[in-house]
Structure formats: structure tokens, C-alpha cells
């Protein structure tokens, strides 16, 4: 079997999540999501721990298209320990036989022929939270990770400097503009009310924002746009002033918090999860221009305009910090330097395959 490609980064996680795994010995675990950014980091710590720690544990992971993640990451597909239940989060068949764990980190997507409609977005959120957790009552899961968002946040107020669980900034119902929001808030209601009807535990991460191999470079966020310009060779384009704060923790360190959330963390009590190290859009965008060698120029196409609030987005992680011993273990500079490694190697892979699709290696189109 074909080992993994990010093979130092899964020995890291497990020193780190050892002693957790024992809980996972001779059961199985049922995955939503997991084929994307998140799922693959996921399913590659499993999978590496389950056979470092001969746990005989098995991943049941549902997904529409398996045949597709076949070829992205074929040694993760065919791994003994991971089998594909083929189906939407929506309406899928219940699979047969006992689960002792559920993670659900399904994202909303819309098909290649459909346009990207709000409505859509909360139905498919909503509607496969209550399919998810329909399965996890006749299951009778144990433990429920469900992978939410910062987004349940808001609009942040200008004189916050980190977002703590409690913030409670709910936005207008009436706007549309604030669908994903509102879809997220409501499918960790759902969750919190089915575990405590149902006697279940359900733990909540609230994830911020990351950088790391697998990342989906055709998803329009700016760090993808800086990789793509960079693994092209061409400046490197911000397309506001660059004012705007990030912070963007390791998907190492992410797996690390996820798996540590499932087995440690307290029931309906949700936990933020990314780096508390703010960095505004130009600096990542100059840190990862400074990775081509010569280093890419960086251009800001916006103005700064007087009187507008920052755009601010860095989470308070202090709770997973006292409650579960959470840190953030690898700098950034290191993160994106491992990241544009790991892109460059795969970039020129699949150039040489004249292949973008169905993978993390599309063009921008966006600029």
C-alpha cells in the first residue's frame, strides 16, 4: 500500500493524540465530508493511527461521488480500514450494523449545472443535519462531532479583538445575505436538541480558518488565490486593501483539535478552533510570495477608505486551551512553507497530466 504523501505531518498528530485513539479500538465511525479539505486531513490521521496503533477500528465515509476521491487519493481509498457509502447527506440509505461515532463535517455544494442558491444552501444544511442525526438515534451513536464555523458569529463588533464562544452578535433573519449563517446556527441547535432528547453526546467545533495540503485551491477564499498566483508564477493580486485579519492554524494542529474535541470535549458545549495569532490579508499574501524564489510581487487592487471597520475573523480558543490542553504547535511561517511544498509537488503532477478536475489544482478564473 502506497504510504501517505503527508506522512510527517500524520507522525506529529499522533504524538499528540495517542492516548485518545483507545477509545476508537474495535469500533466503527461514520464520516460526512469525508472527501473534502477537512475530511482528507480526517480520514489520513485515522486511517495512520489504525495502523500504528492496530486500533482494528473502520471508517464508513458517505460521499456522492467515491469514485472521484478514488483518484484524488487512492491510497486513502483503498485503504482495508475505510469502505464508501455512496449517497447524498439528504436522503441516504442507513447503513447496517452498529456505530459508536459520528463525525459530520459535510459541506454545502452545489453540482457543476446548478447555480449557487441561498435557498439551496440552508435546505441541503438542515435537512442533512436532521438525516445525520436521524441515523445517529437509530445507530445509537455515542459521541457526535459536529464541524461548524466561526460564521455563527456574525458580524463581529469593531472593538473586539478576538471572538469568544459566548459572542452572541445574531444578524437580521430578514437579510438573505446571512443564509450560511443562519443555516449554521440552526444545525447546531438541531444537534444539541436531538443529543439531549435522545441521550447522546454531540460536540461542537467551531472552525476558523486554515492552510495546509488538500486545501481546495478552486474555492474563492484569499489564501487560495495567493497559492494559485503563486504556484503560476504571477504576481500575487489582492483584490481588497488588505487590511482585512485572518488567522490560519495548521490542518495538522486542526486534526489534532477535531479528534481531541470528539473524545474529550464536553457535550453541547461548543469550542472554537484555529490559531489566535492575527496576520492581515497582505502579510499572508507577501509570506507566501517570499516562497517563490525570486520572491512574486504583491498588488492590492482596493483603497483603504476612512471610516470603515476592520474585517476582523481570529477566534478566542481559550476554552479548548483549559478545558482540553489545545495549543497551536506549528507556526505559520512553518505552515506555509509545508503547504507550498507539498502544492508545488502536486501542481506540477497534475500539469503534467493536463488535469484540473475533480481536485485541488483548478485555475483561477476569478481575478
Not at 126 to 144: D, N, P
Amino acid at each position: 500500500m502506497k504510504s501517505s504523501p503527508i506522512a510527517d505531518d500524520l507522525n506529529h498528530i499522533l504524538s499528540h493524540t495517542a492516548p485518545l485513539w483507545e477509545e476508537l479500538r474495535d469500533q466503527r465511525i461514520f464520516v460526512t465530508g469525508g472527501t473534502g479539505f477537512f475530511g482528507c486531513w480526517l480520514l489520513e490521521s485515522f486511517t495512520w493511527a489504525n495502523d500504528q496503533l492496530q486500533l482494528n477500528a473502520k471508517a464508513l465515509v458517505l460521499s456522492r461521488n467515491p469514485e472521484a476521491f478514488a483518484q484524488r487519493a487512492p491510497h486513502l481509498y483503498h485503504h482495508p480500514a475505510v469502505q464508501f457509502l455512496k449517497g447524498d447527506i439528504k436522503d441516504f440509505a442507513f447503513p447496517d450494523g452498529p456505530f459508536s461515532h459520528l463525525i459530520h463535517s459535510a459541506v454545502y455544494r452545489p453540482a457543476d449545472h446548478e447555480k449557487p442558491s441561498g435557498l439551496s444552501l440552508v435546505d441541503e444544511m438542515i435537512s442533512g443535519t436532521k438525516r445525520v442525526l436521524e441515523f445517529c438515534v437509530r445507530a445509537k451513536i455515542k459521541k457526535m462531532l459536529l464541524v461548524s464555523t466561526g460564521a455563527v458569529y456574525g458580524e463581529i463588533p469593531a472593538n473586539m479583538s478576538a471572538i469568544p464562544e459566548n459572542c452572541s452578535n445574531a444578524c437580521d433573519p430578514a437579510d438573505s445575505s446571512w443564509a450560511y449563517h443562519h443555516g449554521k446556527r440552526m444545525a447546531e441547535s438541531l444537534s444539541v436538541l436531538y443529543a439531549k432528547e435522545n441521550r447522546f453526546e454531540v460536540q461542537i467545533a467551531r472552525c476558523f480558518s486554515f492552510i495546509g495540503p488538500y486545501l481546495q485551491l478552486e474555492r474563492s477564499f484569499a489564501v487560495t488565490d495567493f497559492i494559485r498566483d503563486a504556484l503560476s508564477k504571477r504576481s500575487i493580486t489582492i483584490k481588497s486593501d488588505g487590511s482585512a485579519v485572518r488567522s490560519y492554524l495548521y490542518m495538522a494542529d486542526l486534526a489534532i483539535w477535531l479528534w481531541a474535541i470528539l473524545f474529550r470535549g464536553v457535550s453541547c458545549r461548543p469550542y472554537n478552533v484555529g490559531s489566535e495569532f492575527p496576520i492581515t490579508v497582505r502579510s499572508i499574501a507577501e509570506s507566501i510570495a517570499q516562497e517563490s524564489i525570486p520572491p512574486l510581487e504583491v498588488a492590492a487592487l482596493g483603497k483603504w477608505s476612512d471610516g470603515v471597520a476592520q474585517d476582523y475573523y481570529v477566534p478566542d480558543t481559550s476554552r479548548a486551551q483549559a478545558e482540553i490542553g489545545l495549543s497551536q504547535t506549528i507556526p505559520l511561517s512553518e505552515a506555509i512553507t509545508k503547504t507550498m511544498r507539498w502544492y508545488r509537488s502536486h501542481y506540477i503532477g497534475q500539469e503534467r497530466k493536463h488535469s484540473c478536475k475533480d481536485g485541488c489544482f483548478s485555475k483561477a478564473t476569478d481575478k
